[in-house]
């Protein structure tokens, strides 16, 4: 895995230290000696012919700057210091951090990448190229497959996605989150006018129940591949949950009081836990079609943006 050091002006203390320590052509040396193995300093001094002691003021040089790793191992006399390079390059930014902006991440998941489900017939996976295992088997929904699904069916039940949090936003709350999916009922073949009360949860919490009113197959879906029947869904409706402090809305119409602030985002520690599917009590529990972006009429998967609010000012 590519390891990067990012430096910028602002913070000029370590972009010093990375200065120094890359101002010298014996420290250069180092790190191309070292470039895909570890080293003990005495091993390093001989490769390149200099003193032992005057190696270590450039190892620690190196190191002070974040450039590589020191470790201690037991050597035939004792303790010795095992190097090895810790970072791949440097990246320095020239201009200076705006804290005023908002900063935001977005991750888009799969269809079939979920990791939690509850499936009912009819049921089903398709990738872009055909029908994943057997139509209206419930045991095939975990075959290491659905990672290419780009349409998933189910008449009832839920799946739920685990998007992942980038470390360095781990704990804090987000001004807002954005969530969009394309979706429509599920019944046998198609059924234009078969609703489902669609509800999505998040980490837990019920964020909102839509209400999708057919399962469409009248047309082709806009993207859906030429090998998928006529007479089978074809396209959903593409949803939008915005949630913010003021408020859980969907396409813009806000639908209850919960803030970004009720769906515990800071005590997670490695992800945001999404939830789609229909409650046991629904009104209408008419199942779900979810469509990813070689299917239907929407060219995306399932998205989630976070909305960061002045997140350089809290570092």
Same mark, same amino acid.
């Given at each position: 895995m590519s390891k990067f050091l990012e430096l910028n002006t602002r913070d000029t203390a370590p972009l010093l230290a990375a200065a120094k320590a890359l101002s010298s052509p014996v420290r250069l040396e180092i790190l191309h000696f070292i470039d895909h193995k570890s080293a003990g300093i005495?091993?390093?001094?001989?490769?390149?012919g200099i003193p032992q002691s005057t190696c270590a003021v450039h190892i620690n040089c190196l190191e002070n700057a974040n450039l590589i790793t020191v470790e201690t191992a037991p050597g035939s006399h004792g303790i010795k210091k095992i190097c090895s390079r810790k970072k791949d *390059?440097? !990246? #320095?930014?020239?201009?200076?951090?705006?804290?005023?902006?908002?900063? *935001?991440? !977005? #991750?888009?998941m799969p269809v079939g990448a979920f990791t939690d489900s509850e499936i009912y017939p009819t049921c089903g996976m398709c990738s872009s190229e055909g029908i994943l295992k057997c139509e209206d088997c419930p045991s095939e929904f975990y075959d290491p497959e659905r990672f290419s699904a780009q349409l998933l069916w189910s008449s009832a039940g839920y799946v739920e996605y685990r998007f992942p949090l980038t470390e360095q936003y781990v704990g804090i709350v987000p001004k807002h989150l954005i969530f969009s999916f394309e979706a429509c009922s599920e019944a046998p073949n198609y059924n234009e006018s078969w609703k489902s009360d669609i509800t999505v949860w998040i980490n837990n919490i019920e964020a909102l129940t839509l209400r999708?009113?057919?399962?469409?197959?009248?047309?082709?879906?806009?993207?859906?591949?030429?090998?998928w029947n006529i007479g089978a869904t074809q396209y959903g409706l593409l949803y939008t949950i915005d949630i913010t402090d003021e408020g859980t809305f969907l396409n813009k119409e806000k639908k209850n009081e919960r803030t970004i602030a009720d769906y515990g985002i800071e005590s997670r520690k490695a992800d945001i836990i999404i939830r789609i599917g229909n409650k046991d009590d629904a009104q209408f529990r008419g199942g779900f079609n979810i469509f990813g972006k070689g299917f239907g009429d929407f060219e995306q998967d399932l998205i989630l943006t976070l909305i960061y609010k002045n997140l350089n000012g809290q570092n």
């Open positions: 005495g091993e390093i001094a001989s490769a390149l *390059s440097i !990246s #320095i930014k020239l201009t200076t951090p705006d804290n005023n902006l908002d900063f *935001s991440t !977005s #991750i888009s999708s009113l057919g399962d469409y197959g009248a047309r082709k879906g806009r993207l859906s591949p030429s090998w």
